[in-house]
């Protein structure tokens, strides 16, 4: 699996995604500059976290805009896999490549823990590794991870199986108490109608190794390297 | 600039007022330090030159008070590569790679500003680490706020959280660790200490002295502002009821340029062009220009209409004198300045060649042509005022005899108590506000284990690391103020002894520290006689456990309105470990466990949280500190952990051995059951008593451990084992678990959100 790793101003956590796939396909991904529209064909593209532009105007609304973020909209619509995580995840969502946005906190902090996500779906180049209704720890870490979508773009998310990764219990229950953020419907990640793209708020990247967080996010990963290779 | 131009007198600016006594007081000069500085000129000084001997002299740049006393440290040791005058120091952590660390105080911004104060005492010191070469791995902080009732200790508390976690969070470095206390003395003056670790290659470590002249001096970063302007002033004085207006004297930061300022440094520092760095911190561009040509032997000029100003209108004075975060100054090795700029522009921030390097050992400064300034810079340093302040040393209290201390009337109720008091509550409504996890080396999370252990990136075995697995670098903050105040050499030797017991508890080998001195207003005897007790008490615990200081920081006149703060030698500590698998956190988190107390037992109730929290007494003498028990217990421990026959250790300090079992039983969400010893002092004096030199062990085989210790000549007890869901000692109290979390857990967030 060939893959590239966008850098902008402020990201911060494209070296943890790099040392994930790094560690699971053996090969380190290709880092892509932002300003740079024209990078190697790839068979996957990852938005990492981080505070792009400082996150400044709005979270991942600049970021958005830039050169290269033109050419990640050209090639999803091709059907190249996009993985947007964290700040990647709200880039996504302001280039339109997914439905909804991410406003503050309903609690106004930022927040690092860890946290359970529910395994929505297993038929997904994402989550195939997993089982539908699996319970996972990953961690989350930011400020701006409450997910909002429109009466009607929720439902549509429900109905066409877009919902990827829910906030759960330890035990598998949605509810408040498993939620960080304030989510609608407890939402941590999100699939295109196609499911070739995943916008998602927690930290699979950081939890690939016993000693450093547990192995709960490797699956992400392997199921991706299975799929794309 | 010819030569002639060099030796003019400068030319006075259009509306430069003439310098009165008043103006020199109001710089923060006395009377007999000015006239030094006429002696050092010649003659009257313009303002910008007034302002320059201002900054340079205050306590803050100069150390005036405390260096002859902070000479008295130990600062060598086989592995220490850079000791305290560097912008950080750097210790040899095996493999060709150095840790470098450093804490920085930034407590008077953060009193007045408390969001800006602490975010860019983050911003200070991650640059005083990364201008050194290194890509900082960690952060720490250490915070004393004042009584919760106090009305404005809520505000001060969610500002500095926020600002800490704001460049924290952005800059991408893990906040891994930590303390917060709260007392009344901190009420007017709160304690913000920032500490940061950075890793670098032995080979790859840039300093500030600079060399060959004629060469460029650059400026890079953030454009200057107005900001902070006379801050190392403003931090040298006492406050008092006008300190509110010195609000614009605080800096404003910018984590998202510092992110870029740190990549592009680090990019230009992979090739050969600097020959020497510097970030600009306290006193801006005076002090960072002023230290790379003294430390140099050379001159310099700069010409200061080429500094990039983020307003118009601004004059010499004020760009000497800025505290504009985010900004550096080097010098490159000549024909280099393409290739730098090239590489600040990539990341978008300003980048100017401000002046050269000269063999007159002379500051000249320029403004569109015509001098402004012109110091010699060797007497600058050379004559600084030094004091050797008149010191009186706090005498040692009576011991305080445990047996007149009663016992608690509601066995139960008392743990519950001090597990809820503002010091041992739980703190994780502050670090789950910090990244503590980002680049995804962190293996001891906060309340995981007595210090933080976080990997050290590019130490893998094909990089050259002999270890079998991963090496790690533990890192603790650590200071009791209290025991300090009660006696500052006990309390400077337990600080340190405290550091080095909790990097010991994850399995490190303890290797060197940063001390940040925070005390009151060093012109009285009682203050500056704190500040001399704690130096000895430190001094002598750092020399017998080989544990020298490489860093550090001072911060006087925490006073307001004359009442000082409690004396706060804050230790920051950096250890090794060759492997992390062989590392212990502190969590319970596995049943027939055998709980072993290594240490002596005396039952010392004098300055503990016990009798200050249930019987609202603060006295006696704190307990003593035996260096040489220190050692040999601490060694024994450590070669058990790395031996691995350790399942969790957890130091006794705050609360004694109930509050250590406490908090190791909620972290691994586990239950157990001691039972006293036979023969034991009074249940009271064992469960609480804060004597040192302890550990709480968990082990599998708790037979062999106690037999290990028995031949190691340290003492040891089972006294337990862990199981079920509550903490019970036989015949006194037993809490379900879910009750004491709910208690220890629930204090800072109900404070935090209950209306002012």
Redesign the interface.
Known sequence: MKSAILVF??S??E??VA??IELVTGRRPQMVWHGDGDFEKVDLIVVPG??S????LRCGAMAAQSPVMAEVKKRAAQGVPVLGICNGFQIVTEAGLLPGTLMRNSHL?????DVHLKVETSQSLFTNRYQAGQVIKV?V?H?EGNYFADADTMKKLEDRGQIAFRYCAPDGTVDGRGNPNGSSSNIAGVFNETKTVLGLMP?P??A??P???GTDGRGLFEGMVEALS | MTVAQEKNPPVKLPNEPAITPQIVAEHGLAPDEYQRLLKIMGRDPTMVELGIFSAMWSEHCSYKSSKVWLKKLPTKAPWVIQGPGENAGVIDIGDGQAAIFKMESHNHPSYIEPYQGAATGVGGILRDVFTMGARPVANLNALRFGDPKNARTRHLVSGVV?GI??YG????IPTVGGETNFHPAYNGNILVNAMTVGVASTDKIFYAAAAGVGNPMVYVGSKTGRDGIHGATMSSTEFNEDSESKRPTVQVG????E??LLEACLELMATDAIIAIQDMGAAGLTSSSFEMAAKGGLGLVMELDKVPMRETGMNPYELMLSESQERMLMVLKPGREEEARKIFEK??LDFAVIGHLTDTERMVLTWHGDVVGNIPIPPLVTEAPMYERPWKLTPLPAELDAAKVPAPADWKASLLTLMSSPDLASKAWI?????????????IRPQGGDAALV?VPGASKEAGHKGAG?KGLAMTSDCTPRYVQAHPETGGRQAVAEAWRNITAVGARPLAVTDNMNFGNPQKPEIMGQFAGAIMGMAEACTALDFPVVSGNVSLYNETEGRPILPTPTIGAVGVIDD??TSAGSRLVKDGLALVLVGDTKGWLGQSIYLRELHGREEGAPPPVDLAVERRNGDFVRGQIVGRKVAACHDLSDGGLLVALAEMCLSGSMGATIKLPQGAIAPHAYLYGEDQGRYLIAADDGGALVEAAQKAGVPAVLLGYSGGSDITVEGLLSVPLQELRDAHEAWLPSYMNSAA
């Open positions: 101003p402020g911060n956590r070296g943890d040392q994930a981080g505070f532009y400082g996150d400044y902090k930022f927040v690092c823990a961690p870490a400020a930290h990247e950081n690939v190794e000693m450093f967080g | 926020a976690a704001g969070n952005c800059m991408g910018d984590p998202f340029v992110k870029l990341w978008e670090w789950h506000q910090y990244d503590h996890l980002i680049m995804g080396n962190t293996a990997r991963h992390i698998a």
